[in-house]
């Protein structure tokens, strides 16, 4: 009985220590991800010290970030290789890279290639992507492209988007691999589908010949997450594509947000369709004087009266206009402020709004304006006959600025529709 008795307070004793020890290394842990970095290499030394991974792999990512200066990289190759040696497989990722690139120990592609194949089997995906570089690009050992693919697709089935795209690439083209195209398009969508840009305006490429719609889908989706290249796409789409119906606006919206992200090469684009629509705009109005005067041929000459009435009203035209619905009645019951083009080429091209909607009629800038409760806080732009745009706030220096008051007052489908645009884009 005694016997039992000492041997179970043996066994509750080591559990609790084992806790313990848990509980110190998580509070190690948790100290790191707070930031207080002097307080977490007290509590993780003693642990790393004594060869637990985890707490090795902490002390390496804190000398990494500097203790209490610089990064020291020798420490922290120094404890990579502690936890690696016990089985950290994010460790071991880690340390392929420091030999790689020479960071903290001497550049060792033999050993960057022993650390990133130790941490592939552990299952790490990211390790599984640079490896499967390494044997394609061929340039620090031999290449081995069907190696590089089967590591590529083992990276991708866990789920690493960026692999998932390379997969797709070298099924498409077959590289390493026959030439496989639908499940080059699996690979793909699952990128895609992943948020991968790059995937994203992949599939903007290869289906807009035969799916525009999901083509264009696919180059939005890529411009949200701030591929310039998907809107250059879009811009050339709608600016030049004779399937659909041509819109130059959108075009150049999509023109200077491709601009905005960074590529120059859009600039001639946007040039180019700038011009288009002021060609545009000017035979609209050779069309419009051409008109007025056939009106004036066919009717009586006007009176003084008439003609400075005439004048007046013409002037009227330049100045912002307030617009009231006649009925006391009816939701169109507020007044909104119109703005024109010539308005629009007032303010400064590089500053910023938000666009809410685009409609074709000034009864359904109303009702939009009506249903959203914004009867106070919008203006709308004429752009043509048809052509109607709701602004919300006015005039702000910079995109994120915008997209602040967008993230602070709207919400729900307003937020998420909402467009931050240039001035100069809806020229």
């Given at each position: 009985?005694?016997?039992?008795?000492?041997?179970?307070?043996?066994?509750?004793?080591?559990?609790?220590?084992?806790?313990?020890?848990?509980?110190?290394?998580?509070?190690?842990?948790?100290?790191?991800?707070?930031?207080?970095?002097?307080?977490?290499?007290?509590?993780?030394?003693?642990?790393?010290?004594?060869?637990?991974?985890?707490?090795?792999?902490?002390?390496?990512?804190?000398?990494?970030?500097?203790?209490?200066?610089?990064?020291?990289?020798?420490?922290?190759?120094?404890?990579?290789?502690?936890?690696?040696?016990?089985?950290?497989?994010?460790?071991?990722?880690?340390?392929?890279?420091?030999?790689?690139?020479?960071?903290?120990?001497?550049?060792?592609?033999?050993?960057?290639?022993?650390?990133y194949q130790q941490s592939a089997d552990a299952g790490n995906a990211k390790a599984m992507r640079n490896l499967a570089s390494l044997y394609e690009q061929g340039e620090d050992l031999p290449q081995d492209l069907p190696r590089a693919f089967s590591l590529?697709?083992?990276?991708?089935?866990?789920?690493?988007s960026d692999s998932q795209l390379k997969t797709g690439i070298m099924l498409l083209k077959g590289i390493g691999t026959s030439a496989n195209p639908t499940a080059a398009r699996f690979w793909f969508d699952s990128a895609a589908e992943a948020g991968n840009d790059q995937a994203q305006l992949a599939l903007g490429v290869l289906l807009i010949d035969l799916e525009p719609d999901i083509a264009v889908g696919w180059y939005k989706?890529?411009?949200?997450?701030?591929?310039?290249?998907?809107?250059?796409?879009?811009?050339?789409?709608?600016?030049?594509?004779?399937?659909?119906?041509?819109?130059?606006?959108?075009?150049?919206?999509?023109?200077?947000?491709?601009?905005?992200?960074?590529?120059?090469?859009?600039?001639?684009?946007?040039?180019?369709?700038?011009?288009?629509?002021?060609?545009?705009?000017?035979?609209?109005?050779?069309?419009?004087?051409?008109?007025?005067?056939?009106?004036?041929?066919?009717?009586?000459?006007?009176?003084?009266?008439?003609?400075?009435?005439?004048?007046?009203?013409?002037?009227?035209?330049?100045?912002?206009?307030?617009?009231?619905?006649?009925?006391?009645?009816?939701?169109?019951?507020?007044?909104?402020?119109?703005?024109?083009?010539?308005?629009?080429?007032?303010?400064?091209?590089?500053?910023?709004?938000?666009?809410?909607?685009?409609?074709?009629?000034?009864?359904?800038?109303?009702?939009?304006?009506?249903?959203?409760?914004?009867?106070?806080?919008?203006?709308?732009?004429?752009?043509?006959?048809?052509?109607?745009?709701?602004?919300?706030?006015?005039?702000?220096?910079?995109?994120?600025?915008?997209?602040?008051?967008?993230?602070?007052?709207?919400?729900?489908?307003?937020?998420?529709?909402?467009?931050?645009?240039?001035?100069?884009?809806?020229?």
């Open positions: 009985m005694l016997k039992n008795t000492i041997v179970l307070v043996l066994l509750l004793g080591q559990s609790l220590a084992q806790q313990a020890y848990a509980n110190s290394v998580n509070d190690c842990a948790k100290l790191f991800l707070a930031d207080q970095r002097q307080n977490a290499y007290q509590i993780c030394l003693p642990y790393a010290q004594v060869g637990d991974p985890n707490a090795a792999f902490i002390l390496a990512r804190l000398y990494a970030k500097g203790l209490s200066g610089e990064p020291e990289w020798d420490k922290v190759v120094e404890w990579l290789s502690l936890a690696s040696a016990n089985g950290h497989a994010e460790a071991a990722y880690n340390l392929a890279i420091a030999y790689q690139k020479g960071k903290g120990a001497g550049k060792d592609i033999r050993q960057a290639v022993q650390y590529y697709q083992a990276s991708a089935e866990s789920g690493l989706k890529a411009v949200e997450n701030g591929n310039p290249y998907a809107a250059y796409n879009l811009a050339v789409h709608y600016s030049e594509d004779k399937s659909i119906q041509q819109d130059l606006l959108q075009a150049l919206a999509y023109a200077d947000t491709s601009l905005s992200l960074g590529n120059t090469n859009a600039q001639p684009l946007y040039d180019k369709i700038l011009k288009q629509l002021e060609q545009l705009e000017q035979l609209e109005q050779l069309e419009q004087l051409e008109q007025e005067g056939d009106a004036t041929s066919s009717s009586p000459t006007p009176s003084k009266t008439q003609t400075s009435n005439t004048q007046l009203s013409e002037i009227q035209t330049f100045k912002t206009k307030s617009v009231k619905a006649e009925s006391h009645k009816s939701p169109d019951d507020f007044y909104l402020i119109e703005r024109n083009r010539i308005w629009l080429r007032n303010q400064p091209a590089d500053r910023f709004v938000i666009q809410l909607a685009r409609l074709t009629t000034v009864k359904s800038v109303k009702a939009f304006i009506h249903e959203t409760g914004l009867q106070d806080k919008v203006q709308y732009l004429r752009l043509k006959e048809k052509d109607f745009i709701v602004l919300y706030h006015l005039d702000f220096q910079t995109d994120s600025a915008a997209r602040k008051i967008i993230k602070r007052e709207l919400s729900g489908n307003l937020a998420s529709d909402a467009w931050v645009r240039r001035y100069r884009s809806l020229y």
